[in-house]
């Protein structure tokens, strides 16, 4: 009898088991159809929907590297969708963490992503520097099939480059010259199917062929309206560009209609960018219509549009830049680190310590001595700076300004140069001659005769002065972007920052922190 019971549990571990395994399998089962059947489908059509459900995924502590991969792609394309680049960007170039998990196809398609973005955000060097690249890998890809798609696609956006140039004729030949057997890859990929045909319509437009561009944007409406997973960008741009014709041909009736329309349907998608761009056309259409109160009615929302999209664009360009930054110096690193190792082969082991060790020890030299002359340099112009208050140049008067005031406006530029707010971005001639209860010639020509520079130069050296006694000063400094560096002295743009601090110090502000950090680190090993 006990055999008979034990015998018994040991069939019921069993069946637990076995329920337990199946259980598992589904879930994970769960998971990736829920993946594909409902993100992929709620992008066009609720894509804040689609973002929490790729989310929730992403938070699951079981989930793989390879299901990472495509889920931060589908938060990617829902992100550019609602009109979010900075975000898209992000998840974009996350994906070099994932390289190794994802295929060719995905890894070209990620690479489309960042030039639309990119070209959409007016970085056109950036995203033709990206199609380059995508380009010149052309050749390492063996299979056929994703050839011909990664030509298609490349065409495709080499055209949207030349409507943007205003190259229509060479646009249109492009397309019909070097698309004309890709059949089976649009029968494959609808979606290319359709950004062909806007594009070669778009084109049109701009040659002024209204009635092939109106018959191309009909059909691609009648082809999204057909399908069940309506591709909300397609049907989008088809509608702006069949309003656009009408308005073009001088049918502003028809041109409101659809215009009314395509808003409704963008609206689904809380993308700021296409909802302004939309009214802004909308209201030109009132406009010729005389409609003066719906225009008037539309152009405050377009006002608040256009207001939004241009912080969301300042941050999405600055997001773009450091992301793209952060590419170039990983691939010129990895570039760097592969012709180090070709170089030290053919050289060989005992060769190679030899020259290395002749290098290191006279870059040690070659950067204290090139250090020590620029802060040599930085400090001399700094006593220059302050000894040439004293020394007056009467040649540069061209008004006769009383002592007491000349006085009194040396003192205000003492105290401002102690207070350092000429690191204030909005410090300009007027606002400080504002600021002194003085005008701006008397302020001008008395830096001009003390300082014998002008009131930019002045400010510059200042902001250089003060950044550079800050990198020697202060070591978190040594750890910020150059961006941040420019922000915190004064400047509005890291290249201006950049190229004044070169031509005050005779090197750019990398090579200088590069300087700072090799001496550091030598007086550390001393």
Partial sequence: MKYHNEKYKYFLYIIFFVLLSNAMHSQSLLNKQYLSNDIEHLLNSNPDQALKIAQHLLSKTNITNNEKAKINFLISKTYKIKGDYSSALNFLYEEKNYDSYLSQEEKINIEIEKIRILR???LEKQAKKTLQSLEENFSSISNEVLKSYLKVVITLEKAQFLLNEGQIDKGISLLNNQITDSKNIFKKHQDLQLYYSITLAQFYVEKKDFNQAQNLFKDIITVTNKQTETPIFAKIDALLGLA?????????????????KVLIVSQTLNNVFLEEKIIAQQNVNYLALKDTSNYQLTSTTSIENQLKSEVLEQEAIN???NLVSEKYNDHFLEQKAFYYRILYIALG????IILVCVFYWWKVIQTKIQLNEII???????????????????????NIILKETEELILNKLKRFENSKRYNNKDISLSVLAGQFDTNTKYLSEII???YNMNFNTYINKL?????????KTDPNFMNY?????????GFSSHSSFATVFKSMTGISPVKFIELLNSENENKLVS
Avoid at 247 to 260: G, T, V
Wanted: hydrophobic share 40%; charged share 25%; with cysteine.
């Fill in 349 to 352: 082991i005992f060769l190679a």
């Fill in 463 to 471: 902001r250089i002065n003060y950044i550079v006694e800050k990198l």
């Fill in 481 to 489: 972007k150059i961006s941040y560096l420019a922000e915190n002295c």
């Fill in 448 to 450: 001009n005769s003390h």
């Fill in 376 to 398: 040599k340099y930085i400090e001399i112009t700094r006593s220059n700076f302050t000894s040439q208050v004293n020394e007056k140049k009467q040649d540069f008067k061209k």
């Fill in 120 to 122: 959409e955000l007016s």
């Fill in 319 to 321: 997001t773009a830049y």
């Fill in 244 to 260: 656009n014709v009408f308005f073009l041909k001088q049918e502003h009736l028809k041109a409101a209609a659809i215009y009314n």
